[in-house]
């Protein structure tokens, strides 16, 4: 692997989730890529309840953007206290929804809004009778959800249209942080193309869906590519921290799922299948050109802006499913329960006795997700989970059985087969639930590396830094600095069994 350079390199990725943020500092040098981390913290989306102007009472879900700013300075400071005054760079990766609109002046407009705040749940059928599904399918490539910037915009438009006014724009989340420490007011393609307002071919914003849904030109950022320096940190921040020099900030990524399947070892992109593991599963395929097929679209396939592919995917729920029934629990028990005893629990529990689509709609955002459970199996004429094993357990099974779905669908939209199965990110952790994948599609996996959006957000920074040569340097950095696990098929034949059942209430 030939690098531009044998200087000792550090750079910062801060890593955004929807339930927590993280701070690594990626050293390169002669020896090859280390990962440390220096900040971790928790939050998650706060709801309020509010009279509107009919006097209604309605729940609002924001997050708390001070909050997360506050602990990416902090993750500076212990940057600048444990490793060094100099930094080579900054990058930002997020979730894929929610911003805020900022005026000329600099003032945020409101709160952020959280993506699963239910003024967006009838946004879907709202945007589909102002607009054509299929000519949107056509020119996104991005499959209809209820927190698409799509229908967040056009609420906007539909609900506070005062908010859009001249001189007005609107951050992405990755970029209100890049605001933030630097004044930058762009995006990169892989988080614009989520929006379902980007072309997917030209990688431009559309401009025939804009003028159809009343949203100007001028409120959206310029899109850029990544792995290009877009800023420097403040001076007065830099000054704050006590860097030397101001770091220059980066475009990455900043799509959580475009860096962590950028750090997927994979050896042949058209065999591999990726799962980006967390709080959702983002199940997909690397292919060069979008694919915009009227059976891509049947099977709700989204065409995701990866560097220098696409990324051919499905967003299933993942394990929100089972964060959620945590913090029920945490509500009932007075207590949170431990993540091991969890997964005891879910050993321990008898195999298939329900399934569920871990997609269902009942299951985006419930008050109490056992509850939601429990309707689900009613309401599909199965036995209800005898206790919280069983109810782990059918969930962890369900997401496996979700994968191999999923899988068979890309197969067909892409004309590809799939030999092996790539892990990546948090969930690889999960050693039940790759054992599980490993079952139901009866392939291998290979999970790692955990931390996989770091390390993807650290990989695009070091070629746009020149530390790497191109993404093929980086790759081969990732196969030699992380191990992987392999996990082998298992009683494959019940599994096949369990997939026919599972089959008659997943879509």
């Known amino acids: 692997m030939k690098k531009k350079t044998t200087d000792v390199k550090r750079l910062l990725a801060v890593d955004l989730g929807a339930s927590g943020g993280k701070c690594f500092v990626g050293t390169f040098n002669e020896d090859g890529f280390r990962l440390d981390e220096i900040h971790r913290f928790a939050h998650e989306g706060v709801s309020f309840f509010i009279r509107d102007a009919r006097g209604r009472l309605t729940e609002r879900t924001y997050w708390d953007d001070t909050f997360l700013y506050k602990n990416i300075v902090e993750g500076l400071h212990a940057y600048r206290r444990n490793v060094s005054e100099r930094l080579d760079g900054i990058g930002i990766d997020t979730w894929g929804a929610d911003g805020c609109l900022v005026t000329r002046d600099g003032d945020i407009l409101g709160k952020i809004y959280c993506y699963r705040d239910h003024r967006l749940d009838r946004m879907i059928s709202v945007l ?6 299929r000519r949107v399918y056509q020119i996104t490539g991005i499959h209809f959800q209820p927190f698409n910037l799509s229908n967040q915009l056009y609420w906007f438009v539909l609900n506070r249209p005062d908010y859009l006014k001249k ?7 990755p970029t209100v942080f890049y605001f933030y420490l630097g004044g930058v007011g762009s995006v990169d393609s892989t988080w614009a193309s989520i929006t379902q307002l980007m072309d997917a071919r030209t990688k431009k914003w559309s401009r025939e869906l804009l003028h159809a ?14 792995g290009r320096v877009i800023g420097l940190l403040h001076k007065p921040v830099a000054e704050l921290v006590g860097f030397v020099e101001r770091p220059p900030l980066i475009s990455v990524g900043s799509h959580d799922t475009a860096s962590a399947f950028a750090a997927a070892p994979v050896a042949d992109r058209a065999e591999a299948l990726i799962i980006s593991s967390g709080t959702w599963s983002l199940v997909g ?3 060069p050109l ?12 989204s065409n995701e802006g990866g560097i220098g592919n696409v990324r051919l995917l499905k967003n299933c729920m993942g394990t929100w499913l089972v964060q959620e029934l945590r913090r029920a629990w945490r509500v009932a028990d007075g207590r949170e329960m431990e993540w091991s005893e969890m997964t005891r629990l879910a050993e321990e529990a008898p195999a298939f006795t329900c399934h569920i689509d871990p997609d269902d709609p009942g299951f985006y955002n419930p008050q109490n ?4 459970i429990r309707n689900f199996c009613e309401k599909t004429g199965q036995k209800a989970p005898a ?6 357990r059918a969930v962890y099974e369900s997401l496996a059985l979700k994968y191999r779905l999923v899988n068979e669908q890309i197969m067909r939209a892409s004309g590809t087969k799939t030999t092996v199965v790539h892990i990546v990110g948090g969930g690889s952790k999960n050693e039940l639930l790759n054992q599980f994948a490993a079952d139901a599609l009866g392939l291998p996996v290979l999970a790692g590396p955990e931390e996989a959006t770091a390390v993807g957000n650290l990989m695009v920074q070091a070629v746009g830094a020149g530390v790497l040569g191109s993404m093929d340097d980086a790759l081969a950095l990732v196969k030699a600095s992380f191990p992987i696990r392999e996990y082998r098929a298992k009683d494959t034949q019940a599994w096949e069994k369990a997939y026919d059942k599972f089959k008659t209430v997943a879509r």
Not at 167 to 173: E, H, N, Q, S, T
Not at 387 to 392: Q, T
Request: a positive charge.
């Open 285 to 287: 395929k690397l292919v």
């Open 213 to 226: 849904l009343s949203i100007p030109l001028s409120v959206l950022p310029p899109i850029v590519k990544p």
């Open 387 to 392: 206790d919280r094993g069983s109810i782990l």
């Open 128 to 133: 589909k009778s102002k607009l054509d599904p």
């Open 290 to 301: 979008p694919i915009t097929s009227d059976e891509a679209m049947r099977f709700n396939l």
């Open 167 to 173: 001189g007005v724009r609107f951050l992405p989340i």
């Open 369 to 372: 997700m056992e509850e939601a």
